[in-house]
Nanobody, 125 residues
Framework: QVQLVESGGGLVQAGGSLRLSCAAS????????MGWFRQAPGKEREFVAA????????YYADSVKGRFTISRDIAKNTVYLQMDSLKPEDTASYFC??????????????????WGQGTQVTVSS
């Protein structure tokens, strides 16, 4: 089973950028759909972006569309989330997740069975 470790979070001013990384180890990375989710204090975990096994299909939450970009480097066993034009409302813990099922990447956290420990993103106004 794959293990996931996120990195790249931090404190940034509104309008700035961050790139999150999620490094996978263990089983073959390319068999998994991958997703990014976020959770702010007192709120439910919400979908941010997802990418299919081969990287050919990408999905975004409406709140980040046009600002965030998900990608994966199969050779490096890593999935990325490039976050541009950050807003204070993007402040949250960000988690990457792997889906070992069949079909397209889920948008619900219930569709993922492997999770990283999370990385904190704080956007100041």
């Amino acid at each position: 089973q794959v293990q996931l470790v996120e990195s790249g979070g931090g404190l940034v001013q509104a309008g700035g950028s961050l790139r999150l990384s999620c490094a996978a180890s263990g089983r073959t990375f390319s068999v998994y759909n991958m997703g990014w989710f976020r959770q702010a204090p007192g709120k439910e975990r919400e979908f941010v972006a997802a990418i299919s096994r081969g990287g050919g299909s990408r999905y975004y939450a409406d709140s980040v569309k046009g600002r965030f970009t998900i990608s994966r480097d199969i050779a490096k066993n890593t999935v990325y989330l490039q976050m541009d034009s950050l807003k204070p409302e993007d402040t949250a813990s960000y988690f990457c997740a792997a889906d070992s099922g069949y079909g397209l990447p889920p948008k619900s956290p219930d569709g993922y069975n492997i999770w990283g420990q999370g990385t904190q993103v704080t956007v100041s106004s």
